[in-house]
């Protein structure tokens, strides 16, 4: 299985944008680009996916590098609630593979 | 609409015995997923079930296993617990699309003294 590469932990003030990156050098064709998040006590949550394309939606946007070996989950404006483990993982675009790798994900910590 | 609910949510059983953990998923949705969350080994997945039938399975040792009703409802079973498997157990749902995000339970924290 593919695997992705993220910083263990990084930290962003209230309000500013976030750049969460993610290698994953050894990306197939075929593979999409997912993000969870994590907060405290909860179960993963979906953020944004994509493939090839940047792609935006309410909570956040996916920079996809054009080679699709990196891609950039960016938090627009942080906030104490964004506080989480953020997980860049590949899903094969194919039915059935719900067999997801979290890997160890980056933990960001918001500051007031 | 409702989102995926586990039961129970937390629960102590001592090592020897065995747990049976509950997963309703979201109406409509027919794949269950069921992870394991630990400190040291993070998140793992365990088994997915599709139509009642197990799809796809995980490295985890015949102890832990599953099964899924015709409602998609679907349970897991760990027998002869150890303490090793004292983890989060999450559960989560999701739709036929091939890019189908997955639904998350709050999960059931199981502690095994």
């Known amino acids: 299985d593919a695997k992705t590469t993220q910083p263990n932990s990084m930290e962003s003030n209230e309000e500013e944008p976030v750049h969460l990156p993610c290698n994953h050098s050894?990306?197939?064709?075929?593979?999409?680009i997912h993000w969870y998040r994590q907060l405290p006590s909860q179960g993963p949550e979906y953020v944004i996916h994509?493939?090839?394309s940047n792609v935006n939606n309410r909570m956040a946007s996916l920079a996809i590098a054009e080679d699709r070996k990196s891609s950039t989950l960016i938090l627009h404006r942080a906030t104490l609630r964004d506080a989480a483990v953020y997980y860049c993982?590949?899903?094969?675009?194919?039915?059935?593979?719900?067999?997801?790798?979290f890997g160890t994900g980056t933990r960001l910590t918001v500051i007031p | 609409k409702a989102g995926v609910t586990q039961t129970p949510r937390y629960l102590i059983k001592t090592r020897g015995q065995q747990v049976t953990l509950s997963c309703s998923p979201i109406?409509?949705?027919?794949?269950v997923s069921w992870y394991q969350q630990t400190p040291g080994q993070g998140l793992q997945f365990l088994f997915e079930?599709?139509?009642?039938?197990?799809?796809n399975k995980g490295n985890f040792p015949g102890r832990f296993s599953g099964r899924q009703f015709s409602n998609s409802r679907s349970e897991m079973n760990v027998s002869t617990l150890e303490l090793g498997d004292s983890a989060l157990y999450l559960c989560?749902?999701?739709?036929?699309?091939?890019?189908?995000?997955?639904?998350f339970g709050e999960g059931s924290r199981l502690t095994v003294l």
């Open positions: 994509g493939l090839t």
């Open positions: 109406s409509g949705h027919r794949s």
């Open positions: 993982i590949l899903r094969p675009d194919q039915t059935g593979a719900n067999n997801l790798f």
């Open positions: 050894t990306i197939s064709g075929t593979d999409y």
């Open positions: 079930y599709f139509s009642e039938t197990q799809r």
């Open positions: 989560a749902s999701s739709s036929i699309s091939n890019t189908g995000e997955l639904f």
